[in-house]
Every structure is written in structure tokens, then in C-alpha cells.
């Protein structure tokens, strides 16, 4: 009897990836990205402050471009505060970031990436400098790098049936305007 019950069980799942694999990707919007982004961001930087780090990271907008003139990146621009907190006292620095990376789906994590990031534009603004000051920028740079590359920008919520169905099969992501697109990897 088990061995029945296995026997449509492989085949449930059989029928079920092969008519997955016909229906319309999965999708995740541009909105959807931004949102789950400043969560991560937030959520790194309370673990920061508790682990004893003395910088502090806030974001105040993430708006993220997706597949602009049709290629296949995402354009981050970010803006927050990255402050200093020692001795008493807060030395906040306004900083503004625009970086470009590629989309990248890890299946074992079941999150997206963004990796490969390029600075494109920067600016800072503090009580003792305004502008693009190019080796504190490329600092900042480096820790969002590795902030980004560390962090998934989107993880599938395996609590929702279709996306936990996603995860299991060889899915790859693919970068179309405005979204970013579920699809069966290629072998």
C-alpha cells in the first residue's frame, strides 16, 4: 500500500512540474524588491547594533529599476544614513548611492542576489563635507557590496504552496523590464 501511495505521489509531482513549467513565470515586481530590501537592510543593521557595531545603516528610499533598456540588471538607487556612534554621540553622514548589479537566484537559499555591483553615481552630505568624496565612497561602496551580496533582496516564502513548489524544481531568474521572472533552468 505505501509503495502505491509513493508510486502517485511521483507521479502528482511529476504532472505538477511538467504543467509549472507550461504556465506563466512566476513574477516579482519591482515594488515587491524595494520592499523586502529595506527590510533586509533594516534587519542588518539592528543585528549590527546589537553585535556592537558602531556604525549604523538606515535607508530612507530604495527604488529599483529593473531591466533597463532591456538588459539584464538591476539599477539600485539608494538613499539613507550612515551614522558614526561613538562617544556619545551621533555623526551622521546623508549618503545617496546609484549601483547596477545582476540578478542572481541561489536554489539552495531559495533567495535572489544582486551580485557584480557598479558604482554609478554617489554623493554624501555632511556637517563637513558635501559631494562625491571618491575613498570614503568607495568604502561605502565596498560595504553594500557585501551587504548585497550577503543579503537576498527576495527569498521565496515557503509558508505560500506555489512558491514552495518553485523552490523545489531547477529554477533559474530572469530580468525582464519592471520585473523579474521565475523560469525552469535550463539543464
Known sequence: MLKHTRLWLVLFLAVAASGCASLTPYVISESEIEGHLKKAVSDFDRKQLQSGSPLSLS????DITLGPDGRDVAVINLK???ALNALMAKLPVDLALKVEG???Y???EKAIYIRRLQLLESSIDSPFFKGDLEPVTRNVMRAVSQM???MPVYRLDEADFA???F???PMDVRVAPGRLEFVMADQ
Open 59 to 62: 535607508l530612507s528610499d530604495a
Open 80 to 82: 539613507g544614513q550612515v
Open 102 to 104: 545582476a540578478p542572481v
Open 106 to 108: 541561489d536554489s539552495q
Open 148 to 150: 548585497l551580496e550577503t
Open 163 to 165: 512558491q514552495r513548489m
Open 167 to 169: 523552490g523545489m524544481m
